[in-house]
């Protein structure tokens, strides 16, 4: 089935250390996202790429790095410099100017 | 910089009864995303609408644009309980090749029987 694939759903991460939220697409989407999502708020755009090889800055990247190597794959890094990491995180992909759809969203906790 | 604005951001009716979410937003845009979201899930899109005057209906739901006035309206008819859910609109930005979308805070709809 054509999908986003977000891994994994929950994620525990200690102070300092960084971690590493997967996106896998099959759709053979151009355009991958990540978002933020804080409980009970909207969406906020870390960063994006509108293809491989090149992405830009969100409104909130500091303390969050991403690579794309593959056009279905879109990696995002949670450094120890995000203090307040504990949130919702969506992937997201589409061709460009269509709809975006979402992946089911990776739950990050800070122990 | 670009705001997007929803109201009511609660939304508490009972079922049967109509109701209509607002969105505003600050900036010209032609393309406009209304998306639902269950209690820790996923965003799952509702309607797309692309020009003007554009409608969309879907069931019980229907959403309109006016880029003119930057208003989206999204209207409840004879709402139902499994309505419930955080709806959120989004406005698309186009700069060169870039294409992002800025979401609104949400409307947290409860359908109380």
């Known amino acids: 089935d054509g999908g986003i694939t977000q891994s994994p759903k929950y994620l525990f991460r200690k102070e300092g250390q960084n971690v590493t939220l997967s996106c896998e697409q099959n759709?053979?989407?151009?355009?991958m996202y990540w978002y933020r999502q804080d409980p009970g708020q909207g969406l906020r755009l870390i960063y994006y790429s509108q293809i491989v090889n090149d992405f830009q800055k969100g409104d909130i990247a500091e303390g969050y790095s991403v690579s794309r190597e593959k056009k279905e794959s879109f990696p995002l890094t949670v450094t120890s410099a995000q203090k307040n990491p504990t949130a919702f995180y969506l992937c997201a992909s589409s061709m460009p100017g269509n709809t975006i759809y979402f992946g089911e969203g990776s739950w990050l906790t800070v122990v | 910089e670009l705001k997007v604005e929803q109201n009511p951001l609660f939304l508490s009716m009972q079922e049967g009864k109509n109701y209509t979410i607002y969105c505003n937003y600050s900036t010209t845009s032609d393309r406009l995303y209304w998306y639902r979201q269950d209690p820790g899930k996923s965003l799952e899109s509702l309607f797309v609408?692309?020009?003007?005057?554009a409608v969309k209906q879907e069931g019980r739901l229907m959403a309109s644009l006016d880029t003119k006035a930057r208003l989206s309206t999204l209207h409840i008819t004879a709402a139902v309980h499994d309505l419930s859910a955080t709806y959120f609109c989004a406005v698309a930005v186009y700069g060169g090749a870039t294409n992002k979308l800025i979401f609104g805070t949400g409307t947290l709809l409860a359908v109380q029987p």
């Open positions: 759709l053979n989407h151009d355009a």
């Open positions: 609408l692309l020009s003007n005057g």
